[in-house]
């Protein structure tokens, strides 16, 4: 997948594509085909700082660590973006999600990984 800037973290979408965070940039989405699906930015309006760690949860909604405004924002297939995690982090690095709805975020800037729930409805 060529002209990214400064590609840094990645993750399976659930569909068979992936979706990618750039540095000081953006967060896209991409098919299967490698074929650019979207921009979260321009598709959500969604302005980010420094776009970290990436991770895409059960029901196809994709959640960004900034590291910059060390938030964790959900991005759901449908609707506006929602703020997850606004207090607490000092760098948010790498994420991942469980099917239980638990959010995993590696902190490096307190050298320790957060758990986060976040989905209250079973999976």
């Known amino acids: 997948v060529p002209n990214l800037q400064g590609p840094r973290y990645i993750s399976p979408v659930p569909s068979g594509g992936f979706v990618v965070s750039e540095e ?3 967060v896209k989405v991409f098919m ?12 959500y309006r ?5 776009p970290a760690g990436v991770c895409v949860d059960t ?6 660590a900034d590291e910059q405004r060390r938030t964790v924002h959900l991005f759901p297939e449908q609707g506006a973006p929602i703020c997850l995690v606004s207090t607490g982090l000092r ?3 790498g994420m ?3 099917s239980f709805g638990h959010l995993f975020v590696a902190d490096a800037g307190e ?13």
């Open 59 to 64: 029901d196809g909604s994709i959640l960004v």
């Open 96 to 98: 991942a999600c469980s």
């Open 24 to 26: 000081c940039g953006d």
């Open 91 to 93: 760098r948010p690095a």
């Open 46 to 50: 969604h302005q980010f700082g420094n």
């Open 111 to 123: 050298n320790c990984v957060k758990v986060f729930k976040y989905c209250v409805r079973p999976p």
């Open 32 to 43: 299967s085909s490698c074929k650019l699906l979207c921009s979260l930015s321009s598709k």
